[in-house]
Nanobody, 123 residues
Framework: QVQLVESGGGLVQAGGSLRLSCTAS????????MGWFRQAPEKEREVVTA????????YYEDSVKGRFTITRDNAKTTVFLQMNSLSPEDTAIYYC????????????????WGQGTQVTVSS
């Protein structure tokens, strides 16, 4: 069982930036794809971004391309999401997740979930 601990959410004005972090509890997570989903009020949960175990392959949902950047640390058990040029449409609960395969992750089927962190962007 992998536990994921998120941090970095909060309230920011439109055009601002936030950085989310997520650390996995087990070293074996370094072999997992990791990334973030989000769920806005009355909307389905969606994949925002993912990074494979090596850090060399990434995925971004179209609306965040060019604004969000995902990276992972050398131990590969912590991922960071740098979010720039935030808009009110980015307001959601952001969930860290990890999974054994990158493909399953970006199809919306990771193996483990974090508790979520609220990101609110005011206009």
């Amino acid at each position: 069982q992998v536990q994921l601990v998120e941090s970095g959410g909060g309230l920011v004005q439109a055009g601002g930036s936030l950085r989310l972090s997520c650390t996995a509890s087990q070293a074996t997570a370094h072999t997992y794809a990791m990334g973030w989903f989000r769920q806005a009020p009355e909307k389905e949960r969606e994949v925002v971004t993912a990074i494979d175990w090596s850090g060399e392959t990434t995925y971004y949902e179209d609306s965040v391309k060019g604004r969000f950047t995902i990276t992972r640390d050398n131990a590969k058990t912590t991922v960071f999401l740098q979010m720039n040029s935030l808009s009110p449409e980015d307001t959601a609960i952001y969930y860290c997740a990890c999974g054994a395969t990158f493909g399953s992750f970006i199809r919306g089927k990771p193996d483990y979930w974090g508790q979520g962190t609220q990101v609110t962007v005011s206009s």
